[in-house]
């Protein structure tokens, strides 16, 4: 059964069988009019997958992005506000996953193909969506025909032909005239290419070689026979084991150095761990590549800053504008960067200190940060008693707060009252 049967409970009826997200050499050289890359590894599909560095990768991007708290907002008199109550789709975009597990699909698919899919089940009186199932790249099949001049894509969910309004499609890496988005493998086929061909060679070189790692040395001679017999019994002795070797005989263990060809192999593996995580722009150590540096800070709380703004902004601002597309007029959606970009304990208490005394938070506001309840009289804002506007000399007597002070001439001196108002008082005889 289709995953249209499922969402829907209907009889399946398919269109198309065997489809397949991954186009063939021909297709790509269609869709794509400068043609193939000319390297003889390329990888296809999910074998890039198999590239360890290519994984942690994709899994540091999907779990630090689907971790992130989404909110959707819309302005009030030029001021954002939060929508309430909040959208379905931004609580819970499909009812059979969470939130989390949605935007972890969503990124293991623009990571790895470049493009993300999602088919909507479901829609408000207002005709924006309330549902959307994320389909899996290798379910979905995007025919594209040419009219007008344009690309008109069509798309095949699991064998069904279905209404492109009703899918939503996400590209990482557009290519202007092209039905899909580049994948990071297709930006960077050698890099990856290389790497996938290390692992292969590395697989196939320490599970199948020749090359023994140490050897038993001795001045007699030995038949067939007894060469055997020592190989065997100290297999059988020393195999998975550390135990101490005692050996008899005028026997000697030499084991054999690392060979030039393990040695560039070994390298070879370390410098495409570096090209795969710039492809992503991830610092290295961020894979566990502990031997290369970074030069966007020294502190963790800096290297942190800049992976945000040099690497996850990209991604955030892709899905932010996808999802603000789906909502009603007016509205948008932003990942809540404050859990990542959360300092230390001193770092935050000297800046929810400057922030209390500017009069930027009250207390509340800075214990809801901090996951804590709100106290009385915690929404009273300070503000320092000497603000006032640059070069004004504050006068030693002012007036009450919200009273304006008494008129002044301008040399300072009250006002005297005119002559024959009916204010002078009469003078008497006593």
Known sequence: MSFLSRAFGTPEERV?????????????????????????????GARETQV??????????????????????????????????????????YPETTLFEWIWMTMEALTVTGNGFGYITARNPDDTPKAIMPVHPDFM????????????????VDGTKVPSADVVHIKRYPVAGAALGLSPVQRAAAAVGIALAAERYGLNYFKDSANPSSVLETDQTLDTDQTKGVMQRWIASHSGRRRPAILTGGLKWKPIAISPNESQFLETRRYQRGEIAMLFRIPPHMIGDTEKSTSWGTGIEQQTLGFVKFTLRAWLTCIEQALSLLLPKGQYVKFTLDDLLRGDMKSRFEAYKIGREMGLYDVNEIRAKEDLGPVEHGDIRLQPMNYAPLGSVPTTDSAPAGQPEPEETAGNEPAEPDEGDGTDEEETDQ
């Not at 198309?16 to 790509?28: H, I, K, M, Q, R």
């Open 16 to 44: 198309l069988t065997g489809s397949s997200f991954v186009p063939t050499p021909a297709e790509d050289d269609a869709m794509y009019p400068w043609g193939s890359n000319s390297y003889s590894v390329t990888p296809r």
């Open 52 to 93: 360890a560095a290519f994984t942690a990768c994709v899994t540091l991007l999907a779990d630090t992005i689907a971790s992130l708290g989404l909110t959707a907002y819309q302005l009030e008199g030029g001021i954002p506000v939060p929508v309430d109550p909040q959208p379905k789709l931004v609580m819970n975009p």
């Open 141 to 156: 099949t995007v025919n594209v025909a040419a009219k007008n001049g344009w690309m008109e894509p069509t798309y095949i």
